[in-house]
């Protein structure tokens, strides 16, 4: 055991996949940083807000006002030099901040896909993508090897691994193979759609749909894997993020995932790949053919191998950690996010907020779009962390405006997964006596159903 | 390889031509068999609900500056109290039109010079004293619609012979004048384009997309019911957001017992709507009511329309007078307004996660 577990730290392998990946994943994220850009959503969603919802622990990080734009130009420029591999490590160390700065600013925004960026970047940062192929290579011979250890470009993989495989997990439940929800109420409103309309409207469809995905997800990793069906799998990768992007608005994600899922295929696939930009730009490909292997100091070899143990360690159990919370998950999402539970259920929330002079009983209610940006109050009212923030903010302003003895109490109702919508959290009980953290939030109602599975 | 680069190709093709959403109506094709016919709730929509509702009020609005122009030109109390007789049933009108703010309503901002209030009475006595004004200026949104004709024929004098009296200056019978056509005229703007193209464009976009008219109208007509109907009519004049009840925020304030009148139309009309009614009452088409009911969501369909039933039967305790409701017993607008709340829920929330369609004012991405 022991001496193949050397043996596998002691094997390399070319580093031509990796050079590809990291030119692959540089240009997807200028482009996403592009796309954002001239959606106007740096504005929308980072410059209008008069507030901001922040994660617990990192209330310190604080919109920028318009020096977002700068901290994307920031981004962006990084996303490039990462792409072209030119001082790459402080590229990647800037763009991981960068990126997860942006992503912390309001976790209104919080995507799985913006987390899984913020985490692969972060891996990133420990590899050695820019030994081969790159200009940092080019231009210093002695950081130039055609070979790599091969954990390097396992690393990855591992991380797309855990990410289908947790998505695939998390649909074993009976509301997505039972109900065949939420895509059994997403699905019909997709009629016009051409060709594919008119089949969405059937109900077997939904189910088609739900169980493929499950058995899609949970499988695929080792598809991609398996030399023998690793061309069969790719087809299926294509064919199931293209029907996402068609299905639903997923912005930059399926086309991500399609050029991550090229780091499965062997070092031939992508040495093919680089003869063909080599000879769009006329790079000399064969000066980076030198037959060299990186070989890491012992110490440095240490350190590496542990962060990325660590991070890896940390990945595969933070996914479980709803466990250690009462109530249903889809119901009180303590433990939701972070969890690679993508497109899992139709939540829909209203929340009314009441403030209340604890003394003289005298109260009003709240009208939110005087505080909130219509996509913020959308998000807030289902979940508990958000409305529970909000309450203090709500709190502090009233204050600010002369209220005394205040007391916030909010009316609120969720839907979840085709369910009539029922009260959510206790109305009669005053936010302000609750800070957050990471405890379980005795203030949810209880979820009057059973969702059976993982 | 080349069998990689070419799948790849292909996908990219794919996906250019998938990403270039949003252009247009679909042909939805036709032959409808398991689907819901989207084109024929849009026509039923158009056709016997809004077209009628607009081309009737539009009648309505016309007789209304008639009857200005006889009471400016003579004006005695027989001329005075057939023009309020008028201005009354106008504004009744007004509530079956007032949610459908689209197309040509939404561009001229329809609504909001029609019936933005409480007025600012002091800005127009300053207007007319000067005789010199621009009412189609947005600074001007309070200053005119059926809120101005509210003050000008009921609020400037405590008997009919006061108020006569004051238009024996000019300028008083130029503004209500002005008024009036002004409604008239942005009616017939609307009006016109129902009658013309726009009904075509509103039919044919069948498009899922927020851009689609069923999302719009959709989103238009909870918007209509959270913010005009139960905050605007119910929940500013009893103060629910401020804790203060506030009867100047009344609609039709210096008119006797109008409010009521105003508020049950408005709601009639929303009920109605949501059944696909039709403005002359003879039949009702496809709806929101039979979107849902196509889902497998009939209970939802029929706990909206009980909730309308608590609402109607709850206001049958407002007194004619919202005025005077929530200045002696503000605790039956409080009790209207929790009851217009619960429908909000339901729609906003139920009914809008039943047809899966967002209450769209961004379209960020999803996961």
């Keep these: 055991m022991r001496s193949s577990i050397t043996k596998y730290f002691n094997s390399y392998t070319e580093a031509a996949p990796l050079a590809v990946f990291r030119i692959g994943f540089g240009i997807m994220m200028l482009a996403s940083i592009i796309r954002f850009w001239l959606n ?22 604080k919109p920028l006002g318009d020096f977002t734009y700068l901290l994307f130009v920031i981004c962006g420029i990084s996303a490039f030099l990462v792409a072209i591999g030119y001082k790459y490590r402080i590229a990647i160390i800037t763009f991981f901040l960068s990126f997860t700065y942006i992503e912390l600013i309001d976790k209104t925004t ?50 797309l691994g855990i990410v289908y495989f947790y998505a695939g997990l998390a649909k074993i439940n009976s509301d997505w193979l039972f109900r065949a929800m939420p895509l059994k109420i997403w699905l019909p409103s997709k009629y016009d759609i051409p060709f594919l309309g008119e089949l969405m409207q059937q109900e077997w469809v939904a ?19 398996w030399k023998r069906s690793r061309f069969f799998a790719f087809i299926m990768v294509i064919i199931f993020h293209v029907m996402t992007r068609v299905l639903f608005p997923i912005g930059m994600f399926p086309y991500i995932m399609i050029v991550s899922a090229l780091i499965f295929f062997s070092p031939k696939v992508h040495h093919k790949i680089l003869q063909k930009i080599s000879s769009w730009f006329s790079i000399r490909k064969g000066k980076f053919d030198n037959e060299l292997s990186l070989i890491y100091k012992p110490i440095e070899r240490k350190i590496l191998t542990t962060v990325v143990s660590v991070f890896f360690i940390i990945q595969i159990l933070f996914p479980w950690r709803y466990l250690l919370y009462p109530g249903e998950l889809f119901w009180t999402e303590e433990g939701f996010r972070f969890s690679w539970r993508v497109m899992l259920m139709e939540k829909a929330g209203y929340a009314e907020f009441k403030v209340v002079d604890g003394e003289t009983g005298k109260r ?63 109305p009669d009980v005053n936010l302000l006596n609750f800070a957050d953290s990471f405890k379980h939030k005795t203030f949810i109602l209880p979820f009057n159903d059973e969702i059976k599975g993982l | 390889m080349i069998r990689i680069s070419k799948i790849l190709l292909i996908a990219s093709l794919v996906f250019t031509a998938c990403s270039t959403e949003d252009d247009g109506p679909g042909t939805d094709g036709g032959g409808e068999t398991n689907s819901f016919d989207r084109g024929a709730m849009l026509e039923n929509w158009a056709d016997n609900i809004i077209v009628p509702a607009f081309s009737n009020f539009k009648s309505s609005t016309q007789q209304l500056e008639d009857l200005t122009v006889a009471f400016t030109a003579d004006p005695t109390e027989e001329n005075l109290v057939a023009l309020r007789n008028q201005f009354e049933s106008s504004y009744i009108d007004f509530q079956t039109v007032a949610m459908f703010d689209l197309g040509k309503a939404e561009e001229v901002n329809f609504r909001r010079f029609l019936n933005t209030y409480p007025l600012a009475a002091s800005e127009v006595e300053n207007k007319i004293a000067s005789g010199s004004y621009n009412l189609e200026l947005p600074s001007s949104f309070k ?71 069923v999302d719009k109208l959709t989103n238009k007509y909870i918007m209509y019911f959270e913010a005009f109907l139960r905050s605007g009519k119910i929940g500013y004049p009893s103060g629910v957001f401020t804790g203060t009840p506030s009867p100047i925020n009344v609609e039709a304030y210096y008119s006797e017992n109008l409010s009521k009148d105003l508020y049950l139309k408005a709601l009639q009309s929303t009920i109605d709507f949501f059944n696909g009614k039709s403005f002359s009452g003879g039949q009702t088409g496809k709806s929101f009511k039979q979107y849902l009911e196509f889902l497998e969501r009939e209970d939802l369909a029929s706990d909206i329309n009980s909730q309308f039933d608590v609402i109607k039967s709850q206001a049958t305790k407002l007194n004619a007078s919202l005025k005077s409701q929530v200045e002696t017993d503000n605790t039956v607008m409080l009790a209207a307004y929790d009851e217009l709340q619960k429908q909000v829920v339901l729609l906003k929330l139920d009914m809008v996660q039943a047809l899966s369609i967002s209450i769209n004012y961004v379209d960020s991405d999803g996961d």
């Design chain 1, 40 to 61: 106007g959503w740096i504005e929308k969603l980072y410059i209008t807000p008069k507030f901001h919802f922040s994660y617990y622990g990192f209330e310190w990080v």
């Design chain 1, 207 to 225: 189910y088609a749909f739900s169980w493929s995905g499950m058995f899609y997800d949970l499988f695929i990793p080792f598809l991609l894997l």
């Design chain 1, 110 to 159: 919080y995507l799985n896909h913006y987390y899984f960026i913020s985490i692969l970047s972060f891996l990133m940062i420990f590899l050695p993508a820019n030994v081969y192929y790159s200009i940092d290579a080019w231009q210093n011979v002695k950081r130039s090897f055609q070979k790599i250890p091969r954990w390097c470009i396992d690393s990855i993989k591992l991380l």
């Design chain 2, 143 to 213: 200053e005119q619609g059926f809120p101005a004709l509210d003050y000008l024929l009921n609020g400037i004098g405590d008997t009919n012979a006061e108020i006569v009296a004051k238009y024996s200056s000019e300028n008083y019978r130029n503004y209500l004048l002005d008024v009036s056509k002004r409604i008239n005229s942005l009616t017939a703007e609307v009006n016109s384009s129902w009658q013309g193209d726009y009904r075509d464009t509103f039919v044919s976009n069948t498009s899922s997309s927020s851009t689609g008219s």
């Design chain 1, 364 to 426: 009003f209610y709240v009208n939110n779009s005087d505080f909130l940006t219509p996509f913020q109050e959308k998000q807030m009212s289902f979940q508990p962390d958000f409305i529970l923030e909000y309450a203090h903010f709500l709190a502090e302003h009233f204050r600010k405006d002369g209220h005394e003895n205040i007391e916030v109490y909010v009316e609120s109702y969720v839907g979840l997964n085709g369910r009539k919508s029922v009260p959510y959290i206790s």
